[in-house]
């Protein structure tokens, strides 16, 4: 089985600004990586850059998704296909219930019609799992939510969705311990050996519940070491010092 995500000397700016410096990276299935790195690295930058946000260009180097480059697909195609994104700061979107937009997205990701009460049933049955007060998935997205809240409608949106790709950015930023453990769980319940997930953290709280495959140390737009979780502890010690220019 080939490579899942396969970065290659990529490089791109953010406005003029150039913010990732010939960054590779390769996530097979089966995988989680850990990203981390100090404020302004680039981690964002290459979560956004892998779904082609628009805000951010692309100068050089390839983006490979499930065998094929991808460089110059829309987001939208690119979800499509299976990549998946979790948001630091979701947005509240009035109008439109968790429940109709999850329903939503799920028929435009299969291009097949939803079967409505068999979807509910599926998505209530997340909800339990993870936790979540069922009203919520009722009242419009994410409108008048705690962080915390926010965060599991995230972990619940990759978990109905059933992405190839999950990328979660910062998904535990402002978290309690029982919301870290929450959103663990539900990393452990999408896992299996034919999807992954990239985690992007400030914090190795998170890796305290998961069975993490590879750590990323990245800096000034590039990954300048990989390791085992073991990595992430020393980080947490140490800091960054010894690994910036």
């Known amino acids: ?21 010939g960054l590779n990276l390769e996530v097979n299935p089966g995988e989680i ?3 981390m790195g100090p404020n302004g ?19 050089s180097g ?21 990549v998946f994104m979790s948001f630091q700061l979701p947005e509240e979107i009035p109008g ?13 990701i299969t291009d097949k019609p939803v079967k409505v009460f068999e979807f509910k049933r599926q998505v209530m049955e997340y909800v339990e799992e993870l936790g979540m007060n069922p009203k919520l998935v009722e009242r419009n997205l994410n409108v008048g939510f705690s962080g ?23 998904t535990d930023s402002g978290l309690d311990v029982d ?21 992007i953290t400030h914090n190795t709280k998170i890796l305290q519940y998961l069975n993490v495959n590879y750590v990323h140390v990245l800096v000034d737009g590039s990954i300048v070491k990989t390791g085992s979780a073991d990595l992430a502890r020393e980080i947490e010690e140490k800091g960054y010092t010894e690994y910036k220019k």
Do not use: C
Request: no cysteine; hydrophobic share 40%.
């Open 41 to 59: 690295a680039g981690k964002s930058t290459l979560a956004n850059v892998i779904l082609n946000n628009p805000e951010y260009t692309k100068i």
């Open 148 to 170: 915390g809240e926010k965060k599991k409608n995230e972990i619940l949106q990759m978990l109905v969705l059933e992405p190839k790709l999950a990328i979660l950015d910062e």
């Open 62 to 82: 390839d983006v490979e998704f499930d065998g094929e480059n991808i460089n110059d697909l829309s987001t939208d195609k690119i979800a499509k296909k299976g």
């Open 1 to 21: 089985m080939g490579s899942l995500l396969k970065i290659k000397d990529l490089h791109a700016n953010a406005g003029e600004k150039e913010i990732l410096k």
């Open 179 to 199: 919301a870290i453990r929450t959103v663990s769980k539900g990393i452990e319940m999408y896992k299996n050996d034919k999807n992954a997930v990239i985690i």
């Open 96 to 108: 439109i219930s968790g429940m109709n937009f999850l329903k939503f997205a799920k028929g435009k």
């Open 33 to 35: 990586h850990v990203i």
